[in-house]
């Protein structure tokens, strides 16, 4: 399978509630990197973890990296129907041009 | 103030025809990037592009597609000839600190 795959490909939660994103990987990495899209957008830098860390927040969204499981979570918490978009994540390997390699992305859909 | 700026937003060009994606990064720096993404599937990887010469390409990225910097600012995607399966999203970015990225909003092309 390819690097970085997100579950589940789709979250339909109610406003207030948490959401929970997944990351896989397959390969070592030097950092992880979450991104949003809106419908027909670009992307939007969210957060980057790096291979030493375990945790790190920004705001209501806490992402969690686990190397040897070669797995990271994203989670919004008190989500808000603007939460409403897909999630990417993103992994960098040290090609020599730090090539960032996306996964299929989980789309999340809060509900008003 | 978007700081990676690429045009057109959108772009319909008949199958066969060529066609130059632009990218206009304001500040200047090395580490430039292509990926594109079909509707509704993941961001693929295409061209990294450091200090005027290609780095690192993808499968994707054949001899029908091309990148330069003509004048030391624009960064440029050029597709030959295009085909009904060049049809996506397409995403320049530039290298942001230490591993992250900034996007453009970027250009849809449509091949008819």
């Known amino acids: 399978s390819q690097q970085g795959e997100e579950d589940p490909q789709a979250l339909s939660i109610q406003e207030g509630e948490n959401a929970t994103m997944n990351c896989s990987y397959k390969t070592s990495i030097n950092n992880l990197q979450w991104y949003r899209q809106n419908s027909g957008r670009g992307l939007v830098h969210l957060i980057l973890?790096?291979?030493?860390?375990r945790e790190k927040h920004s705001g209501r969204l806490r992402v969690t990296l686990d190397t040897s499981k070669k797995s990271s979570s994203l989670l919004i918490t008190a989500s808000r129907a603007a939460d409403t978009a897909s999630y990417f994540c993103a992994t960098d390997r040290n090609t020599g041009g730090f090539k960032t390699i996306f996964g299929a992305g989980t789309r999340l859909f809060v509900k008003a | 103030e978007p700081e990676v700026t690429q045009t057109p937003s959108h772009q319909v060009t008949q199958m066969g025809q060529e066609v130059i994606l632009r990218c206009v990064p304001i500040s200047n720096h090395l580490y430039f990037y292509w990926y594109r993404q079909i509707l509704g599937q993941k961001v693929e990887f295409l061209v990294s592009f450091y200090n005027n010469e290609i780095s690192e390409k993808s499968e994707i990225f054949d001899d029908q597609f091309s990148v330069e910097r003509p004048d030391g600012s624009n960064f440029t995607l050029k597709i030959r000839s295009t085909k009904l399966e060049d049809s996506a999203m397409y995403f320049c970015?530039?290298?942001?600190?230490?591993?992250?990225?900034?996007f453009g909003s970027g250009t849809r092309l449509t091949v008819v």
């Open positions: 973890i790096r291979s030493n860390e």
């Open positions: 970015a530039r290298l942001t600190g230490f591993y992250g990225y900034t």
